[in-house]
């Protein structure tokens, strides 16, 4: 963070309009806003909030100044008595991020000299529920197209069914995937998501309860608990980029284009535990 006096010296020349600024009244002549970029907080007077709110153009600040004062003809005693003070306010607010510069504006612009490679997709995740067949299938097309094109990614599979019999048969069939092709496959059903429930709710320190809520559901809310279902997948991959794909689609090579559709396998709706 820069000092104040530094920053001061910045400003004579920098160019500066309001930033991504969220404005709340709260009453008595005052405004919370949030900078929507560095997540500040700041209770403000209205007329502040307004001088912030009429920086809508690129101007120095003693312009923005300027404009604010002329605008409400205020005397040169009253005018030069405020600018001093007005002018201190604004280099805070430019330093909590409520007023961004022509410069930063620029720099994301810049075409950095060195070539960042993207990161590369590391997990592809299935949603499924009750459907194992579709689901062996689809898995089937992808892992075979990620071998055909040299791609080594972690395959997750979270399961939304009910019934313990479906989990142990989606369970088999994919130790089955996983001896015949030799990839990572991590697998949550109602048990794994469970285990996976105690252990965020003792690193995070946050109560069992709600992290049950995001990851397993509750019906009394609801017939779905499909985003809960995802919720698990989220989780388990946090910080990853990942792929993610309904149990009910496969992959299929195109010769001519070498293109690779999606396509699904029929018209109906449709860190966790590794499999062994």
């Known amino acids: 963070m820069k000092n104040l006096s530094s920053l001061s010296e910045a400003t ?9 600024v969220a404005f709340f009244p709260v009453g008595n002549q005052h405004v919370l806003a949030y900078a929507k970029d560095t997540q500040a907080t700041r209770l403000l007077q209205a007329p502040i909030a307004n001088l912030l709110t009429q920086c809508s153009d690129f101007k120095t600040l003693d312009e923005h100044i300027d404009t604010y004062c002329n605008k409400r003809l205020l005397n040169t005693t009253i005018f030069e008595a405020l600018r001093h003070k007005l002018k201190q306010i604004l280099e805070y607010l430019v330093q909590d991020g409520y007023l961004v510069s022509s410069s930063q504006i620029r720099d994301l612009f810049k075409i950095s000299k060195e070539q960042v490679s993207s990161p590369h997709i590391t997990s592809i995740g299935f949603i499924t529920c009750n459907r194992v067949e579709a689901l062996q299938r689809g898995m089937t097309s992808y892992i075979d197209h990620c071998q055909r094109f040299g791609r080594t990614h972690d395959f997750v599979v979270v399961d939304d069914s009910k019934m313990s019999t479906t989990r142990d048969t989606y369970r088999e069939m994919l130790r089955t995937l996983k001896a015949h092709y030799g990839v990572n496959i991590a697998y949550a059903g109602f ?6 429930v105690k252990k965020l709710s003792n690193i995070g320190n946050i109560p069992e309860e709600v992290v049950s809520w995001a990851c397993i559901g509750d019906k009394q809310y609801g017939v779905g608990t499909m985003g809960a279902n995802r919720n698990t997948l989220l989780l ?3 910080g990853e980029r ?3 794909t309904q149990g009910r ?8 284009s070498r293109r690779v559709l999606v396509l699904p396998q029929s018209r109906q709706r449709p860190r966790v535990c590794p499999v062994r």
């Open 12 to 20: 004579y020349t920098s160019q500066y309009r309001i930033a991504d």
């Open 249 to 256: 689609t496969r992959l299929e090579f195109q010769r001519r």
């Open 236 to 238: 388990h991959t946090a």
């Open 191 to 196: 048990e794994e998501k469970m285990a996976f």
């Open 242 to 244: 990942i792929f993610t």
